[in-house]
T-cell receptor, first 113, second 112 residues
Framework: DAMVIQNPRYQVTQFGKPVTLSCSQT?????MYWYQQKSSQAPKLLFH???????NEADTPDNFQSRRPNTSFCFLDIRSPGLGDAAMYLC????????????FGNGTRLTVT | RKEVEQDPGPFNVPEGATVAFNCTYS??????FFWYRQDCRKEPKLLMS???SGNEDGRFTAQLNRASQYISLLIRDSKLSDSATYLC?????????????FGSGTRLSIRP
């Protein structure tokens, strides 16, 4: 019954080697988000899609890109991972932007070696 | 001043105790408020939305005080399984859109 699914749960990549994280949802929600969370910190919003409209946070590095080919899927591409990009990456959805609560996937923990 | 502030804790209380957390927000136009629970190395999960009139779900009570710009979470008869980090989330107007802002979380540890 998982509604927001992230793959893989754990990802190890080498410094500078591109990596893609995936997220799918069965909720048919309009909005999909990507958050980065480091230990003992709040989740930090990287970007979100409202339907097909992409919204990038001002402080999200260019190294992070995203694609949403359809309602159900969203991808996070890290073009050249650095050691500082090691974190938990959380995908979330909401029915609408604003007053709707977020539904999180179980996250992908990225290690950069 | 941070947009959403929480006492990081940790709060360490005995099983059965009542514990309360506050969360303050800076944007008076904030529109919606939530409490999430996050277990170690897991994703945040929605605990409850916070309504203007206050709301209760079993042992959990959430309150909103717009005048003083804070929300609170009260946990009664705490259980060992309540040990987690509790994240306050506020949705606030930002430019022409709205923005979901997380507090940094309050750690709660329940001891036997």
């Amino acid at each position: 019954d998982a509604m927001v699914i992230q793959n893989p749960r754990y990802q190890v990549t080498q410094f500078g080697k591109p990596v893609t994280l995936s997220c799918s949802q069965t909720l048919n929600h309009n909005v999909m988000y990507w958050y980065q969370q480091k230990s003992s910190q709040a989740p930090k919003l990287l970007f979100h899609y409202y339907d097909k409209d992409f919204n990038n946070e001002a402080d999200t590095p260019d190294n992070f890109q995203s694609r949403r080919p359809n309602t159900s899927f969203c991808f996070l591409d890290i073009r050249s991972p650095g050691l500082g990009d090691a974190a938990m990456y959380l995908c979330a959805t909401s029915r609408e932007a604003g007053n709707s609560p977020l539904h999180f996937g179980n996250g992908t923990r990225l290690t950069v070696t | 001043r941070k947009e959403v502030e929480q006492d990081p804790g940790p709060f360490n209380v005995p099983e059965g105790a009542t514990v309360a957390f506050n969360c303050t927000y800076s944007n008076s136009a904030s529109q919606s408020f939530f409490w999430y629970r996050q277990d170690c190395r897991k994703e945040p999960k929605l605990l409850m939305s916070v309504y203007s009139s206050g709301n209760e779900d079993g042992r959990f009570t959430a309150q909103l005080n717009r005048a003083s710009q804070y929300i609170s979470l009260l946990i009664r008869d705490s259980k060992l399984s309540d040990s987690a980090t509790y994240l306050c989330v506020v949705n606030a107007p930002y430019s022409s859109a709205s923005k979901i802002i997380f507090g940094s979380g309050t750690r709660l540890s329940i001891r036997p």
